[in-house]
Structures are given as structure tokens and as C-alpha cells.
């Protein structure tokens, strides 16, 4: 993704001229989140995914979002200016230390940006690491399509037990289908079992094309 200002985004100005009125107050896990009006949804995701998939969320003072300042060490505006900007479990990820995180953290991490597409991590910084750092790079517009991928999701029920094995004809199986975005046939036809064999190997979970307790877990996230 283009490394643009988020001003040249088309979000205005941030840090020193921060624009508080177009910030509110949202609160996930007990924790007062300040960001932008437009990423409420997006970040609300962000931060339950990163609980579920990647690493519990501390609650206490180590996350947050909106800060009108400056990139640490710098006179160039922080995406935290703008409200566009999560820090989350930072003494967990220190600024500047790498390797804080293992394979599998790794590996979730990376598919939820892939997932929300527009979503940076500091982990990837090629100078200094940020581990604690999520960041929107997308315009308004962007934030908007997003926005409405997320609420279009169809709430995900616990899983019940039963394994969706090959051939089987349920209500359940669509839900699955329309997290792969395969044809509704209510049926774990070929194309789906076709589908949910490249999403394991992908995650890391037993290529088995049956939906087990953990690949419907997994499935739950996926956008």
C-alpha cells in the first residue's frame, strides 16, 4: 500500500492541527478507545480479532488509539493524530524491540491485515519495529467499504459439536460457504471442500476439508 500522509488520504490534517471534534469514544473489552468516527467498526473487529486470534487484550493503560502528536523522535504527524492509529498490549511490544511475537501470532497477524487489506503493522516496519501498532493506510472511502464488509458478516453461532464433513447437507454448511465465498448450496459440495482445504493450509490447520471445532473458530474471523 502507498506510504501517503493521511492527510494526502483525503482524512485532513492531524498532529499539530488534530481535529478532536471528529473523534468518539468507544469501548471494547472495558478499555476507552478515542478514533475516528469512520473506524469504529474497523478497529472494534481489529481489536477482538486480535484477542481471539493473535494475543489477549490486556485491559489497562497499554492500548489506545487517538493521540494528537508526533511519530516518537520525529516532527512528522503520527497516524495516532488523526485517530486512525491502535496501539494494543505496548508493554508487551515495546517500540523498538523485535521478536515479541511467535510464528503462529505472526502468521495471524498478517492474514487479519491481508483480510482488512488497508490495515499496516508496525511488526513490518523495516526500521524500527512497533509490534504494538495497527494503523489504517485507506482513504474515507476505503474505511467505508470496509465498514460495510464487517457488518455484512453473518453473526457466528458457537460451534455445536457435530464436524461438517464432505457431502453433508445443512444449514450450518452456508454459513461456511459464505465465509469462503464459494456458490450457497447448503451441501460441503466439492468446490467448498476445494475451498476449505486451501483456508487450512493457509492458516496452518490440519488439511483435513472438515470443519472441526477449530476451523470454525477460525472460519468466525474470516472476511
Not at 476505503?142 to 447437507?169: C, M, Q, S, Y
Not at 454459513?175 to 447448503?186: G, N
Not at 476449505?196 to 470443519?211: D, E, I, M, N
Request: charged share 20%; glycine share 8%.
Amino acid at each position: 500500500m502507498a506510504d501517503t500522509t493521511a492527510a494526502q488520504r483525503g482524512w485532513g490534517p492531524g498532529w499539530p492541527n488534530c481535529q478532536e471534534s471528529k473523534m468518539v469514544t468507544h469501548t471494547v473489552f472495558g478499555v476507552d478507545f478515542v478514533m475516528r468516527r469512520e473506524m469504529v467498526t474497523i478497529f472494534d473487529y481489529l481489536i477482538r480479532r486480535h484477542d481471539a486470534t493473535i494475543e489477549d487484550i490486556n485491559v489497562g493503560v497499554d492500548d489506545y488509539c487517538f493521540s494528537c502528536r508526533a511519530i516518537r523522535g520525529t516532527r512528522t504527524a503520527s497516524n495516532h493524530s488523526w485517530g486512525l492509529a491502535l496501539d494494543l498490549n505496548s508493554a508487551q511490544h515495546p517500540l523498538g524491540v523485535d521478536h515479541t511475537w511467535d510464528a503462529r501470532q505472526l502468521l495471524m497477524g498478517h492474514l487479519m491485515c491481508a483480510e482488512l487489506r488497508f490495515v499496516r503493522w508496525g511488526q513490518d516496519y523495516t526500521s524500527r519495529k512497533d509490534g504494538m501498532h495497527w494503523e489504517w493506510m485507506g482513504t474515507p472511502t476505503d474505511a467505508a467499504a470496509t465498514t460495510r464488509r464487517i457488518k455484512a458478516l453473518d453473526p457466528w453461532p458457537k460451534f455445536d459439536g457435530n464436524v461438517l464433513v464432505p457431502g453433508e447437507h445443512t444449514q450450518r454448511v452456508v454459513l461456511v460457504q459464505k465465509r469462503l465465498h464459494v456458490p450457497l448450496t447448503y451441501t460441503m459440495d466439492a468446490r467448498t471442500v476445494s475451498a476449505l482445504r486451501a483456508f487450512q493450509s493457509q492458516r496452518h490447520l490440519p488439511v483435513t476439508g472438515k470443519v472441526t471445532k477449530g476451523d470454525w473458530f477460525h472460519l468466525g474471523w474470516k472476511l
